[in-house]
Nanobody
């Protein structure tokens, strides 16, 4: 049974930081490209960051949405079957539900989704 379980969301003041985690099970994690998406109220879900599959414990090529470059860092630990999103210098416009996605390496659509974790940036 495939599961993606996100955690680490919460309420943070502007300029603050959070680290999201996504724990995966039920599939061969190292063979999957992992991504973080977010969806703000009234908006479509958008890709925030992605990291390619890798057969070593950590690493993989990363990519970011322009609005988060320099503030967000995606990483993975294949030994723990977990992908992370470190977020610093958070802004109110980062407020959204953040979702973890897993796609078999090289595929461009579909895959598995987590249930999401709420991030609220507000003073």
């Amino acid at each position: 049974q495939v599961q993606l379980v996100e955690s680490g969301g919460g309420l943070v003041q502007p300029g603050g930081s959070l680290r999201l985690s996504c724990a995966a099970s039920g599939f061969t994690f190292s063979l999957y490209d992992m991504s973080w998406y977010r969806q703000a109220p009234g908006k479509e879900r958008e890709l925030v960051a992605s990291i390619t599959s890798t057969l070593i414990r950590a690493g993989g090529a990363t990519a970011y949405q322009d609005s988060v470059k320099g503030r967000f860092t995606i990483s993975r630990d294949n030994a723990k079957n977990t992908v992370y999103l470190k977020m610093i210098s958070l802004k109110p416009e980062d407020t959204a539900v953040y979702y973890c996605n897993a796609r078999y390496r090289g595929t461009s659509a579909g895959g598995y989704w987590g249930q999401g974790t709420q991030v609220t940036v507000s003073s």
